[in-house]
């Protein structure tokens, strides 16, 4: 569209460098490779020019929006390969298991935490809770308890998280 009105005004210039005549100069046969046409006037000449100008920006930019869509699908291809794809478990490194003490804060039971039960020294701002989920959210709280004295809390296997602050590292006690 926006070819086609600067086209336009520079017709109209084209036009105004005859005279203002309704019907355009008499030209030549077009030269499409040349910045230059022989026999026409100077208005006619610069139309052309910018005419090859935009035809080689539209080229250009064809290129360009040509390596974007490819560059955009390897992106896509290496997403999908790295969604698929689970890296093979490092022979020479221990396992992972799960720790039984651990300190403020949530644990993930099964990977910070094992289930079971757990004893700590307790405080005096003491607070823990046992959840069904990590959003933060206040039902995801499944159990919890401001302990006065020694903590004793039971995660169970179906909990998600265990959160505590405030009551000393725990033990599992079982």
Not at 33 to 42: A, G, W
Not at 77 to 93: F, G, M, N, R, W
Not at 115 to 126: D, K, M, R, S, V
Request: with cysteine; charged share 25%; hydrophobic share 35%.
């Amino acid at each position: 569209m926006k070819r086609v009105l600067v086209l336009i005004a520079l017709a109209g210039l084209a036009l105004a460098g005859c005279g203002g005549e309704a019907e355009p100069c008499p030209t030549s046969e077009p030269c499409p490779d040349s910045t230059e046409c022989p026999d026409t006037t100077q208005a006619e000449s610069d139309l052309h020019k910018l005419s090859l100008e935009l035809d080689q920006r539209e080229k250009d930019l064809d290129v360009r929006d040509a390596e974007l869509v490819a560059r955009q699908a390897e992106m896509d291809l290496s997403a999908a390969i790295a969604a698929t794809v689970t890296p093979e478990p490092d022979p020479e490194s221990e396992p992972t298991t799960a720790a039984a003490t651990f300190g403020t804060g949530i644990q993930l039971v099964g990977i910070d935490v094992e289930p079971g039960q757990y004893t700590a020294p307790g405080g005096e701002l003491c607070y823990w809770e046992r959840l069904s989920g990590t959003s933060g959210g206040l039902e995801d709280i499944l159990a919890n308890d401001l302990p006065s004295g020694k903590a004793v809390v039971t995660i169970l296997p179906s909990d998600v998280a265990f959160d505590s602050s405030g009551c000393g590292m725990w033990q599992k006690s079982n």
